[in-house]
């Protein structure tokens, strides 16, 4: 009775799953697809839980034990992640979610781990062998890539980390984790069991997700972190088939088909294969492109708050830049009394703008924005010649013209948002300081371009002033 009470836990389970994911593709249901997907998750847990107390006699003098365990590792683990969910900062948002696939990906290789060591996996096959060393590689480089990428956007690794032949390095780490992982599975079909090499299997596949993470630049982290989140989702996966559970094995599929589409969609944004994403280091670029002319002219907040009041459309382009300010909010309290004022406004976003996918859509929803007028790339791009002032927060490489005709620059090819079309641009910068791939900026030099320095909510405090002064 309790086998069925489980499988059908585990249906349930992925019903919850599946229609959670649903919810999530639109920004009006995205919430309430979140909690569904919750709710599939505890009940995958209780349904864990209900196994523990039906297994075999042999492993019934362990479980009061095992369920100890089980009840600590639980109690941690949502002790720390509601205390870090609660504290985290809109700005830190990507270094928690690089963060938590780290820790996907560890618990996959730690499950493979177990059975490797202990011999289970063994002695269920080729095939739960294959699947368990499969999903251990795959784990261990999620969890070590994911801990560079959450070090490289918190801050605590700068720049890139290149080796001298570091893909030559990268392929004898990758081929030697695979032959050890052979090695595993055919020596324990034999029932031999070499701690040794499963543990130098390990330690092969983390060093291999250290390197295959350190030469990339920040430019390029959105799609190192959906990478990786596909990565967690299929060893998650493969260690679902190991453990027979239904639950794991359908979580792992979906996050890590999702994952695969996203980092598609990522690197088709950027205009760039995954394989050149990983292999060729294009963030952290020292080439500039060449030289450019022009100069860079400064406008005060004021002025460019007065521009956009008596302007008929204006278009917002927000960036990193606006999520470090902390500006958000600020800035849709100017764009409602521009709205007041009968001016049509609408927010631009790029696919990699900010250090995560979506990190703008999360960002301007904790603000209040309403969802219509907001804009993919793909939909608004055609409305900038026709837009009286565009206003960059804080965004760089995704208005950089330069991708359109400098074939010298490393961002050449990459799909971005006309801003230079639009009669008059405003750049809300800090500083004159280049993009995360390192690659001078055209549009500030720009004729119709002029910069308005100073921190994001500063000047929005100011533009909202000013306008609230014509009033």
């Given at each position: ?29 995205a ?7 919750g ?18 006699e ?22 720390w ?10 700005t ?5 979610v ?136 299929l060893?998650?996966a493969?260690?679902?088939f ?73 278009i ?100 971005i ?11 809300v ?7 995360y ?9 720009a ?24 009033g």
């Amino acid at each position: 009775m309790s086998q069925f009470i489980i499988e059908a836990v585990y249906f349930l389970t992925a019903l919850l799953f599946i229609y959670g994911l649903k919810r999530m593709a639109s920004p009006v249901t995205a919430r309430s697809g979140i909690l569904i997907a919750g709710i599939g998750m505890v009940l995958a847990v209780l349904a864990a839980f209900l196994y523990g107390f039906d297994v075999r006699e042999a492993a019934q003098e362990h479980l009061t034990m095992n369920v100890a365990l089980v009840l600590i590792a639980l109690g941690l683990g949502l002790g720390w992640a509601w205390y870090s969910g609660k504290k985290v900062a809109m700005t830190d948002m990507p270094q928690m979610v690089a963060l938590y696939n780290g820790m996907g990906g560890g618990a996959a290789a730690a499950i493979a781990a177990t059975e490797l060591f202990s011999g289970n996996a063994q002695s269920h096959g080729v095939v739960v062998s294959i699947l368990a060393v499969l999903g251990g590689l795959i784990g261990a480089v999620a969890l070590s890539g994911s801990l560079i990428a959450w070090a490289k956007l918190d801050g605590r690794m700068n720049g890139v980390i290149r080796l001298p032949a570091q893909q030559l390095i990268n392929a004898v780490l990758f081929l030697g984790s695979l032959a050890l992982g052979a090695y595993i599975v055919v020596t324990g079909l034999n029932g031999v069991i070499s701690f040794p090499m499963i543990a130098l299997f390990f330690i092969l596949a983390l060093v291999l997700g250290v390197l295959l993470t350190t030469p990339i630049g920040g430019a390029d982290m959105p799609v190192v972190i959906s990478l990786y989140n596909a990565f967690t989702g299929l060893a998650v996966a493969f260690e679902g088939f190991v453990l027979q559970n239904p639950a794991m094995i359908i979580a792992g599929t979906v996050v890590g088909s999702a994952g695969t589409l996203l980092t598609l969609m990522m690197a088709k944004a950027m205009n760039r294969p995954v394989s050149n994403v990983i292999f060729s280091q294009f963030g952290g670029s020292d080439d500039d492109g060449g030289e450019i002319e022009g100069s860079m002219k400064s406008a005060d907040a004021s002025d460019a708050a007065i521009a956009m009041y008596y302007a008929s459309k204006v278009i917002i382009v927000p960036g990193y830049g606006l999520a470090v300010a902390q500006a958000q909010h600020k800035l849709y309290e100017f764009v409602k009394l521009l709205q007041k004022q009968g001016v049509d406004v609408a927010f631009a976003i790029h696919p990699v703008a900010g250090r995560m996918p979506g990190h703008m859509n999360v960002l301007l929803a904790e603000a209040g924005v309403p969802y219509d007028i907001i804009h993919d790339l793909e939909d608004i791009n055609e409305d900038f010649p026709q837009a009286d002032v565009a206003i960059v927060l804080g965004a760089n490489d995704v208005v950089n013209p330069a991708a359109r005709h400098r074939k010298s620059s490393p961002i050449y090819g990459m799909p971005i948002l006309n801003v230079d079309m639009a009669r008059q641009a405003y750049v809300v910068k800090r500083g004159q300081g280049k993009g995360y791939s390192g690659v001078e900026n055209e549009l500030f030099f720009a004729e119709n371009t002029s910069m308005v320095y100073g921190d994001a909510q500063k000047v929005m405090v100011q533009m909202i002033e000013a306008v609230k002064s014509l009033g």
